[in-house]
Protein backbone atom coordinates (compact mmCIF):
# COMPACT_ATOMS: atom_id res chain seq x y z
CA UNK A 1 0.00 0.00 0.00
CA UNK A 2 1.67 3.10 -1.03
CA UNK A 3 2.37 5.70 1.86
CA UNK A 4 0.31 9.35 1.42
CA UNK A 5 3.31 11.42 1.21
CA UNK A 6 6.56 12.00 -0.43
CA UNK A 7 8.51 13.44 2.63
CA UNK A 8 10.45 16.25 2.05
CA UNK A 9 13.63 17.31 4.48
CA UNK A 10 13.76 20.93 4.55
CA UNK A 11 16.68 23.02 5.03
CA UNK A 12 16.78 25.48 7.75
CA UNK A 13 17.44 28.54 5.20
CA UNK A 14 14.56 31.09 4.68
CA UNK A 15 13.57 29.28 1.65
CA UNK A 16 13.23 25.97 3.94
CA UNK A 17 11.36 27.80 7.31
CA UNK A 18 9.02 29.18 4.18
CA UNK A 19 7.66 26.26 2.89
CA UNK A 20 7.49 24.75 6.39
CA UNK A 21 5.14 27.51 6.96
CA UNK A 22 3.44 26.92 3.32
CA UNK A 23 2.45 23.48 4.71
CA UNK A 24 1.62 24.08 8.26
CA UNK A 25 -0.94 26.99 7.06
CA UNK A 26 -2.28 24.70 4.21
CA UNK A 27 -2.95 21.84 7.44
CA UNK A 28 -0.39 19.70 7.06
CA UNK A 29 1.52 18.78 10.02
CA UNK A 30 6.01 19.21 9.40
CA UNK A 31 8.59 18.17 11.90
CA UNK A 32 10.49 21.18 13.31
CA UNK A 33 13.49 20.76 15.57
CA UNK A 34 13.41 22.30 19.02
CA UNK A 35 15.89 22.43 21.56
CA UNK A 36 14.12 19.22 23.15
CA UNK A 37 13.22 17.19 20.72
CA UNK A 38 12.24 17.24 17.22
CA UNK A 39 8.05 18.58 17.70
CA UNK A 40 5.42 17.51 15.17
CA UNK A 41 3.76 20.82 14.25
CA UNK A 42 0.35 22.07 13.26
CA UNK A 43 -1.82 25.25 13.44
CA UNK A 44 -3.19 24.67 17.03
CA UNK A 45 -6.39 27.09 16.03
CA UNK A 46 -7.05 24.28 12.63
CA UNK A 47 -8.35 21.03 14.70
CA UNK A 48 -8.33 19.06 11.38
CA UNK A 49 -4.06 19.57 11.41
CA UNK A 50 -4.03 18.61 14.88
CA UNK A 51 -6.05 15.20 14.30
CA UNK A 52 -3.71 14.84 11.23
CA UNK A 53 -1.39 14.71 13.86
CA UNK A 54 -2.21 11.69 15.44
CA UNK A 55 -2.95 9.80 12.16
CA UNK A 56 -0.08 10.58 11.35
CA UNK A 57 1.84 8.65 14.64
CA UNK A 58 -0.37 6.06 14.70
CA UNK A 59 -2.41 4.87 17.36
CA UNK A 60 -1.73 6.97 20.24
CA UNK A 61 -4.18 8.47 23.37
CA UNK A 62 -5.82 11.84 23.11
CA UNK A 63 -3.48 13.17 25.78
CA UNK A 64 -3.64 17.41 25.67
CA UNK A 65 -0.83 18.68 23.31
CA UNK A 66 1.77 21.61 24.43
CA UNK A 67 1.17 24.40 22.39
CA UNK A 68 3.93 26.88 21.02
CA UNK A 69 4.18 30.70 20.86
CA UNK A 70 7.11 32.83 20.54
CA UNK A 71 6.94 34.91 23.40
CA UNK A 72 4.49 35.79 26.54
CA UNK A 73 2.16 37.96 25.12
CA UNK A 74 1.01 35.32 22.83
CA UNK A 75 1.24 33.12 25.62
CA UNK A 76 -1.08 35.49 27.56
CA UNK A 77 -3.92 35.60 24.97
CA UNK A 78 -3.96 32.06 25.46
CA UNK A 79 -3.86 31.37 29.07
CA UNK A 80 -4.23 33.51 32.52
CA UNK A 81 -1.21 33.64 34.25
CA UNK A 82 -0.90 34.08 37.85
CA UNK A 83 2.07 35.61 39.72
CA UNK A 84 3.48 32.03 39.89
CA UNK A 85 3.61 31.58 36.30
CA UNK A 86 4.29 34.46 35.63
CA UNK A 87 7.86 34.50 37.44
CA UNK A 88 8.10 31.12 35.93
CA UNK A 89 7.95 32.54 32.06
CA UNK A 90 10.30 35.28 33.86
CA UNK A 91 12.93 32.82 34.52
CA UNK A 92 12.51 30.17 32.06
CA UNK A 93 11.00 31.22 28.69
CA UNK A 94 12.15 31.05 25.97
CA UNK A 95 13.60 27.38 26.64
CA UNK A 96 12.42 24.06 27.60
CA UNK A 97 9.48 24.49 30.42
CA UNK A 98 6.02 24.37 29.77
CA UNK A 99 4.03 26.03 31.72
CA UNK A 100 -0.23 24.82 32.21
CA UNK A 101 -2.48 27.48 33.49
CA UNK A 102 -6.29 28.08 32.75
CA UNK A 103 -7.18 28.63 29.00
CA UNK A 104 -8.62 31.38 28.21
CA UNK A 105 -12.44 31.31 26.64
CA UNK A 106 -11.82 33.24 23.65
CA UNK A 107 -8.06 31.90 23.25
CA UNK A 108 -9.43 29.77 20.08
CA UNK A 109 -7.56 27.20 19.78
CA UNK A 110 -9.12 23.76 18.76
CA UNK A 111 -10.87 21.81 21.55
CA UNK A 112 -8.68 18.31 20.32
CA UNK A 113 -5.26 20.44 21.19
CA UNK A 114 -6.37 20.52 25.42
CA UNK A 115 -8.42 16.98 25.03
CA UNK A 116 -11.49 19.24 26.04
CA UNK A 117 -9.85 20.48 29.58
CA UNK A 118 -10.30 24.09 30.73
CA UNK A 119 -6.45 24.27 31.27
CA UNK A 120 -4.02 24.82 28.14
CA UNK A 121 0.04 23.31 28.40
CA UNK A 122 2.03 26.52 26.79
CA UNK A 123 5.76 26.94 26.01
CA UNK A 124 7.74 29.52 24.80
CA UNK A 125 10.44 27.41 22.67
CA UNK A 126 14.23 28.78 22.36
CA UNK A 127 15.36 27.19 19.35
CA UNK A 128 15.97 29.84 16.32
CA UNK A 129 14.32 27.44 13.61
CA UNK A 130 11.34 26.78 15.78
CA UNK A 131 11.08 30.56 16.40
CA UNK A 132 11.58 31.22 12.42
CA UNK A 133 8.91 29.10 11.81
CA UNK A 134 6.43 30.81 14.76
CA UNK A 135 6.76 33.99 13.54
CA UNK A 136 5.78 33.26 9.74
CA UNK A 137 3.21 31.22 10.71
CA UNK A 138 1.93 33.86 12.75
CA UNK A 139 -0.06 31.20 14.77
CA UNK A 140 0.06 29.07 17.96
CA UNK A 141 1.40 25.62 16.79
CA UNK A 142 0.74 22.12 18.76
CA UNK A 143 3.79 20.05 18.75
CA UNK A 144 3.98 16.82 20.29
CA UNK A 145 7.46 14.76 19.33
CA UNK A 146 7.61 13.81 16.03
CA UNK A 147 7.63 10.37 15.86
CA UNK A 148 5.34 7.23 15.36
CA UNK A 149 3.57 6.53 18.48
CA UNK A 150 5.77 4.25 20.95
CA UNK A 151 8.57 4.83 19.19
CA UNK A 152 11.63 6.93 20.88
CA UNK A 153 11.41 10.61 20.63
CA UNK A 154 13.69 12.04 18.04
CA UNK A 155 16.41 14.29 18.41
CA UNK A 156 18.12 14.51 14.33
CA UNK A 157 16.08 14.92 11.29
CA UNK A 158 16.85 11.21 10.52
CA UNK A 159 15.21 9.92 13.53
CA UNK A 160 12.03 11.92 12.19
CA UNK A 161 12.53 10.12 8.93
CA UNK A 162 12.72 6.73 10.33
CA UNK A 163 8.92 6.49 11.57
CA UNK A 164 7.28 8.97 9.56
CA UNK A 165 9.22 8.70 6.42
CA UNK A 166 5.66 8.64 3.60
CA UNK A 167 3.57 9.78 6.64
CA UNK A 168 4.33 13.56 6.65
CA UNK A 169 4.49 16.61 4.47
CA UNK A 170 8.35 17.50 5.52
CA UNK A 171 10.95 17.88 8.33
CA UNK A 172 12.91 20.40 8.67
CA UNK A 173 16.56 19.54 9.14
CA UNK A 174 17.94 22.06 12.03
CA UNK A 175 20.53 19.11 12.77
CA UNK A 176 20.99 17.87 16.31
CA UNK A 177 18.77 18.89 19.13
CA UNK A 178 20.35 20.54 21.87
CA UNK A 179 18.49 18.93 25.01
CA UNK A 180 17.26 15.64 23.86
CA UNK A 181 14.64 14.98 26.29
CA UNK A 182 11.30 16.46 26.40
CA UNK A 183 10.32 19.79 28.39
CA UNK A 184 9.58 20.12 31.83
CA UNK A 185 5.86 20.79 32.69
CA UNK A 186 4.86 22.58 35.75
CA UNK A 187 1.33 23.71 36.45
CA UNK A 188 0.59 27.14 37.60
CA UNK A 189 -3.73 26.86 38.04
CA UNK A 190 -3.84 27.76 41.64
CA UNK A 191 -2.90 26.23 44.93
CA UNK A 192 0.28 26.42 44.04
CA UNK A 193 3.53 25.15 41.64
CA UNK A 194 2.49 21.31 40.41
CA UNK A 195 5.36 18.98 38.86
CA UNK A 196 3.43 17.04 36.29
CA UNK A 197 6.72 16.23 34.52
CA UNK A 198 10.35 15.96 35.06
CA UNK A 199 12.83 17.72 32.23
CA UNK A 200 15.70 19.75 31.61
CA UNK A 201 14.78 22.64 33.97
CA UNK A 202 14.49 21.95 37.78
CA UNK A 203 11.40 23.43 39.35
CA UNK A 204 10.51 24.13 43.15
CA UNK A 205 6.94 22.30 42.87
CA UNK A 206 5.27 19.78 44.49
CA UNK A 207 5.23 16.91 42.39
CA UNK A 208 1.82 15.30 41.07
CA UNK A 209 1.22 12.30 41.49
CA UNK A 210 -2.61 11.11 41.21
CA UNK A 211 -4.40 10.04 38.07
CA UNK A 212 -5.67 13.45 37.01
CA UNK A 213 -4.59 14.41 33.67
CA UNK A 214 -3.65 18.17 32.19
CA UNK A 215 -0.25 17.90 29.96
CA UNK A 216 1.79 14.97 28.09
CA UNK A 217 3.66 11.95 29.89
CA UNK A 218 0.75 11.27 32.31
CA UNK A 219 -1.97 8.83 32.35
CA UNK A 220 -3.94 8.55 29.37
CA UNK A 221 -7.69 8.86 30.85
CA UNK A 222 -9.12 12.36 31.11
CA UNK A 223 -12.25 14.46 29.93
CA UNK A 224 -14.82 12.39 30.48
CA UNK A 225 -18.50 14.23 30.33
CA UNK A 226 -20.56 14.23 32.73
CA UNK A 227 -23.54 11.75 32.08
CA UNK A 228 -23.54 8.04 31.41
CA UNK A 229 -21.95 6.91 27.68
CA UNK A 230 -22.78 4.03 25.96
CA UNK A 231 -21.07 2.94 23.29
CA UNK A 232 -21.38 1.01 19.57
CA UNK A 233 -24.84 2.43 19.57
CA UNK A 234 -27.20 2.17 16.22
CA UNK A 235 -30.18 3.21 17.44
CA UNK A 236 -30.68 6.03 20.40
CA UNK A 237 -32.71 5.41 23.37
CA UNK A 238 -35.09 8.40 23.84
CA UNK A 239 -33.05 9.86 26.90
CA UNK A 240 -29.81 9.60 25.02
CA UNK A 241 -28.05 11.99 22.98
CA UNK A 242 -26.31 10.04 19.94
CA UNK A 243 -22.95 11.36 18.36
CA UNK A 244 -22.99 9.43 14.86
CA UNK A 245 -20.39 8.70 12.34
CA UNK A 246 -20.94 7.00 8.98
CA UNK A 247 -24.42 5.65 7.97
CA UNK A 248 -25.26 6.64 11.88
CA UNK A 249 -26.60 9.83 11.31
CA UNK A 250 -27.25 10.54 15.18
CA UNK A 251 -28.35 13.99 16.78
CA UNK A 252 -25.14 15.31 15.59
CA UNK A 253 -21.73 13.22 13.59
CA UNK A 254 -18.35 13.45 14.29
CA UNK A 255 -18.49 12.63 10.11
CA UNK A 256 -20.73 11.92 7.82
CA UNK A 257 -18.45 10.55 5.37
CA UNK A 258 -17.14 7.81 8.11
CA UNK A 259 -13.39 9.42 7.78
CA UNK A 260 -11.61 8.91 11.75
CA UNK A 261 -9.09 11.88 11.21
CA UNK A 262 -12.71 14.38 11.12
CA UNK A 263 -13.95 12.42 13.54
CA UNK A 264 -10.85 13.27 16.32
CA UNK A 265 -10.86 16.38 14.67
CA UNK A 266 -14.59 17.00 16.28
CA UNK A 267 -14.36 14.29 19.25
CA UNK A 268 -14.32 16.95 22.02
CA UNK A 269 -16.18 19.58 20.73
CA UNK A 270 -19.49 17.05 20.01
CA UNK A 271 -18.64 15.02 23.85
CA UNK A 272 -19.36 18.78 25.18
CA UNK A 273 -22.36 19.70 23.29
CA UNK A 274 -23.35 15.90 24.12
CA UNK A 275 -22.70 16.83 27.80
CA UNK A 276 -24.81 20.56 27.74
CA UNK A 277 -27.93 18.64 26.05
CA UNK A 278 -31.58 18.40 27.51
CA UNK A 279 -30.65 14.86 27.12
CA UNK A 280 -29.47 12.70 30.51
CA UNK A 281 -27.46 10.02 28.95
CA UNK A 282 -24.89 10.06 25.92
CA UNK A 283 -25.28 7.06 22.94
CA UNK A 284 -21.97 7.55 20.49
CA UNK A 285 -22.27 5.34 17.22
CA UNK A 286 -19.72 2.45 16.02
CA UNK A 287 -16.15 3.40 14.95
CA UNK A 288 -14.13 0.66 12.91
CA UNK A 289 -10.83 0.72 11.84
CA UNK A 290 -7.27 0.86 12.81
CA UNK A 291 -4.95 3.58 13.70
CA UNK A 292 -6.87 6.88 14.68
CA UNK A 293 -10.02 5.00 14.76
CA UNK A 294 -8.91 3.02 17.50
CA UNK A 295 -7.34 5.82 19.66
CA UNK A 296 -10.64 7.00 19.27
CA UNK A 297 -12.35 3.77 20.30
CA UNK A 298 -9.84 3.81 23.17
CA UNK A 299 -10.48 6.83 24.61
CA UNK A 300 -14.33 6.69 24.47
CA UNK A 301 -14.18 3.38 26.42
CA UNK A 302 -11.94 5.38 29.09
CA UNK A 303 -14.69 8.47 28.95
CA UNK A 304 -17.27 5.82 29.86
CA UNK A 305 -16.08 3.84 32.68
CA UNK A 306 -17.45 3.93 35.46
CA UNK A 307 -16.64 6.87 37.98
Given amino acids: MALPYDTKRLDDSDEGIAEAARLILAGEPVAVP ?124 DHVLASLDGRIAAVVDGGKTERGLESTIVAATGGGLRLLRRGPVSIDATEETGDKIEAPGQMSSHYAPGKPLRLDVLTAEPDEFLIGFGPVAGDQSLSASGDPVEAAAHLFDLLHVADRSHQPRIAIAPIPGDGIAAAIRDRLKRAAAPR
Fill in 34 to 157: TETVYGLAADATNADAVAAIYAAKGRPSFNPLIVHVPDLEAARRLGKFDQDALALAADHWPGPLTIVVPRRVDAGIASIVTAGLDSIAIRVPAHPTMRAILAKVGRPLAAPSANASGRISPVRA
